[in-house]
């Protein structure tokens, strides 16, 4: 037998981890449709995947199913443009890396406020509410406190304390 080249191998490697992710996320789907059946629920907590947590976004952070509250990067919710109440799947990996995916983006609207700066943190006015924006969100637009902006907030905001930064106007 010929010698496979590395690079192959290390492909194929690849690619059996996407497809192992990949059937993962689709028994915990599963899972999320027809219930807690425990053959389903033993093949989510595959040891090769490492730990998998669904939970909400907050604004900030992932309040997840366990109860615990998990740093969200900002980075990846700014570029994500993810709304509070948004549902997100974390992998913990085995060396400790955490990988976060939106599963269920929650229904939004679009509004349009002027960018404030109170006491350090960064809000949206829109009318008489006003929602937090991340920081990443305002530098990577780099908007400024007075300009108008567009957020993207739940459908039903009446409870939401964040908005996602959409654009700068």
Do not use: C
């Amino acid at each position: 037998m010929s010698e496979v080249p590395e690079k192959q191998i290390k492909r194929l490697r690849g690619l059996i981890q996407e497809a192992e992710t990949s059937l993962a996320a689709a028994k915990e789907l599963l899972v999320s449709l027809v219930g807690d059946d425990p053959v389903v629920t033993a093949a989510v907590k595959d040891e090769s995947l490492g730990k998998v947590i669904e939970g909400v976004f907050d604004g900030q952070n992932m309040v997840g199913s366990d109860g615990k509250i998990y740093p969200v990067p900002a980075n990846y919710a700014s570029k994500s443009k993810l709304v509070q109440g948004d549902i997100l799947k974390l992998t913990i990996a085995d060396d400790g890396a955490f990988m976060y995916k939106q599963i269920g983006p929650i229904p939004r609207k679009q509004l349009v406020g002027v960018l404030d700066l109170k006491e350090g943190h960064y809000f949206v006015t829109v009318g008489t509410r006003a929602f937090r924006v991340l920081l990443a969100s305002v530098t990577y637009f780099k908007a400024k406190p007075g300009d108008q902006v567009s957020v993207n907030v739940p459908e039903d905001d009446s409870t939401a304390e964040w908005a996602a930064l959409e654009a700068a106007l």
